[in-house]
């Protein structure tokens, strides 16, 4: 139930090398860990989530149906993010808990490997969505809009390589607590890419085109800054060496342990966009989708700082499971909830009062100014999501810090497929209840998927402590 991992590390002899302040934080007290790590993500996320935005806005101006090719794109892009994402965590698991068993030569070689993979998986991904988009964008409903969908993704695809390597480098970053470099660079990409918008797609007249291509040059950018980083000024704590790549199946194991049951974490939220854009199709057009995809990033927009708590609970539960300190992780757990609950209720309270002036956003001009009375409704019963969002995502942060990816894969199978794909086709389809029956299955899968999850840590954290309080009970027996 434990793993292996934190006693294998726990071997290596420590190191009396100072460490960096990212280390020493994760090394202390977990609370001031959580928060001090958060502040930068989440101000980096926000920015990443405004140029996401900046997109959906200036495509909009391009008319509903560039709007809809755009989002039938979304659910691969997706796939693409949530593959660098997934093995991010899985990166950030394995690294953090070597440094919290201060096996500083072990975290080193689980960083190089971790980009090593994700190179070479980037290479496989870009040449299968290259060469299948067209025939997979027509199995999701895109025939209407298939030229502006294949204008965009053809361009944003062939930066396969740059958005990987780019998660593998922050995810490296946020494993030794330096979340400040995390945020400089995703500041840099985001401004960037937000100034590249409206030259490309207006000034330049691309279109989709434009905005696509926008995202590739700021993320290739960003790329070029974080090699600086690791590979010229090395004053990292984690050092990454290509030259002295030494293969370990062990480490890619114990990578991919996280890091692939967490890509399909994503990969089942692609699922279920799909899923959600087929059932709107049927019920409702491509105006659904249209308002479905572009309100999804206003949401993904408002969780932004429960996505930057969530990347902290993995590093800072990681060192604590590697440390062997369970307390810490129920007190990780605990107060990440607590805080992110009253921020989800908090969110709720302004998404409600501000949905008039959210939607504007997307119906500015004439051609898409039909789709306002759909936005409203789906920004106000998008309310009731944002709350027990923590629930399950930091339950699962947990379960993927401490190296149980598979467990935190379960848990998003369960809340994805079985609740919220399936209450929205019941809702919407089965029952009549149209778009709005849609959006309350996404709300109720939630809430049922999120509390399934908390159950599941707090009995997972209670059988750690357990465990530990009968080993320490042994050893003062002997």
């Not at 500041?187 to 000034?203: E, H, K, Q």
């Not at 429960?306 to 800072?316: P, Y």
């Not at 190296?403 to 019941?426: D, E, K, M, Q």
């Amino acid at each position: 139930m434990t793993g292996s991992e934190p006693q294998r590390a726990a071997g290596h002899d420590a190191s009396q090398e100072p460490v960096t302040r990212g280390v020493a934080l994760l090394r202390g007290d977990p609370k001031t860990a959580i928060r001090r790590l958060s502040g930068p993500m989440i101000i980096a996320m926000l920015l990443m989530a405004i140029y996401n935005l900046a997109d959906a806005i200036w495509v909009a101006g391009l008319g509903a149906d560039a709007l809809a090719g755009v989002g039938f794109v979304t659910p691969l892009f997706m796939i693409l993010i949530g593959l660098s994402n997934g093995l991010g965590a899985g990166a950030t698991s394995v690294v953090a808990r070597r440094i919290g068993a201060r096996d500083r030569e072990g975290a080193d070689g689980a960083a190089t490997h971790a980009l090593v993979l994700a190179l070479v998986a980037s290479l496989v991904l870009m040449m299968i969505l290259i060469l299948f988009l067209q025939p997979i964008l027509l199995l999701f409903g895109a025939g209407p809009v298939i030229g502006f969908a294949q204008e965009y993704g053809r361009i944003v695809f062939l930066g396969t390589v740059f958005f990987l390597a780019v998660q593998m480098a922050y995810a490296v970053l946020r494993a030794e607590g330096d979340t400040r470099r995390t945020m400089y660079a995703m500041a840099v990409s985001s401004v960037l890419n937000m100034v590249l918008d409206p030259i490309l797609i207006y000034g330049a007249g691309m279109g989709v085109a434009g905005a696509a291509l926008a995202t590739v040059i700021s993320i290739a950018s960003v790329m070029g800054v974080l090699s600086y980083w690791f590979f010229v000024r090395r004053d990292t704590y984690v050092r990454l060496s290509l030259r002295s790549f030494s293969l370990d199946m062990h480490t890619f194991r114990a990578i991919l342990g996280v890091g692939l049951p967490a890509s399909l974490e994503y990969l089942l939220m692609s699922v279920m966009a799909i899923a959600i854009n087929a059932i709107l199709v049927t019920i409702a057009g491509t105006d659904a989708v249209a308002i479905y995809t572009s309100g999804w990033r206003i949401v993904m927009f408002a969780i932004v700082p429960l996505i930057g708590i969530a990347t902290s609970v993995v590093s800072v539960s990681g060192a604590a499971y590697g440390a062997r300190e369970y307390a810490k992780i129920r007190t990780i757990h605990s107060y990440a909830i607590t805080l992110g609950v009253l921020i989800g209720m908090a969110t709720s309270s302004l998404t409600y009062f501000l949905a008039p002036w959210i939607t504007l956003l997307f119906t500015y001009t004439s051609e898409s100014a039909p789709l306002a009375g759909g936005f409203i409704v789906f920004f106000h019963t998008m309310c009731l999501f944002y709350p027990f969002v923590p629930l399950g995502m930091f339950s699962s942060s947990v379960f993927q810090g401490t190296g149980h990816g598979l467990v935190s894969l379960g848990i998003n199978f369960l809340r994805t497929l079985a609740f919220i794909i399936l209450i929205s086709y019941v809702l919407g389809v089965t029952l009549g209840y149209g778009a709005m029956g849609v959006y309350f299955g996404i709300v109720l899968g939630n809430i049922l998927g999120g509390s399934v999850g908390f159950l599941w840590a707090r009995l997972f954290i209670g059988r750690l402590m357990h465990l530990q309080g009968e080993a320490e009970s042994r050893k003062k027996t002997i």
